[in-house]
């Protein structure tokens, strides 16, 4: 079993829908990040996370720590959302580890 | 502006051929990282830094070699040991904090 899991994989929605990314993780950890991935391949850092929620325009970021569970909201989505969405997790030693990522396409 | 500059952005190698993957940042991070990306697949620690001149084994070591001369430059060769190299590579920097972890645009590396 992977220590971080996304769900789903795959995700297609119209513009202004809302949009939920699940990940959970069977490690402890010190923090979450959510990162997101376009097409040519750069990856930017969305939020880190130790508890609670944060919010950036149209994203939230919310954890439970003692579920293991993270998700990552995106209200109103836009075409220009489209992209991978990566969760991960740093422990004691600092260091990530990723889930798979999440496919998100919305369509106009 | 701060940021990480991977080069080159693509990459052929022919088999039995050492390459060498440039990553530079000016973000005064101490921690410089490597990572692989297969399809599918997370993102895999190759080797990292927390300091200059030295570095330590990540997930996937085996055929790559790193050096950390400069607290700017963390260079990745990908040597003929390394049995299947095709891949996306990417290299991040942070804070010794892990605060913040910053990340450049990959480089493509083929093998032909």
């Known amino acids: 079993k992977n220590e971080v899991e996304q769900s789903p994989q795959n995700l297609t929605a119209q513009e202004g829908e809302f949009i939920t990314i699940n990940c959970s993780y069977s490690v402890g950890i010190s923090a979450l990040h959510w990162l997101q991935q376009h097409p040519g391949g750069g990856i930017v850092s969305l939020f880190m996370?130790?508890?609670g929620k944060k919010k950036h325009g149209r994203l939230i970021a919310t954890i439970n720590i003692q579920e293991k569970h993270s998700s990552l909201h995106i209200t109103a989505s836009h075409p220009r959302d489209s992209a991978v969405y990566i969760c991960?997790?740093?422990?004691?030693?600092?260091?990530?580890?990723f889930g798979s990522g999440t496919q998100l396409t919305v369509l106009p | 502006d701060g940021g990480i500059t991977q080069s080159p952005k693509y990459l052929f190698r022919k088999e039995g051929q050492n390459v060498t993957l440039s990553c530079e940042q000016n973000l005064n991070h101490d921690a410089m990282y490597w990572y692989r990306q297969d399809p599918g697949q997370g993102l895999r620690l190759i080797y990292y830094s927390q300091i200059v001149n030295d570095f330590q084994k990540g997930d996937i070591a085996e055929g790559y070699s790193v050096s950390r001369e400069k607290k700017e430059s963390f260079p990745l060769t990908v040597t003929s040991a390394q049995k299947n190299p095709t891949a996306f590579y990417l290299c991040?920097?942070?804070?010794?904090?892990?605060?913040?972890?910053?990340f450049g645009e990959g480089s493509w590396l083929t093998v032909v």
């Open positions: 996370l130790s508890s």
């Open positions: 991040a920097s942070s804070t010794q904090a892990g605060n913040t972890i910053y």
């Open positions: 991960a997790v740093s422990g004691s030693a600092r260091q990530l580890t």
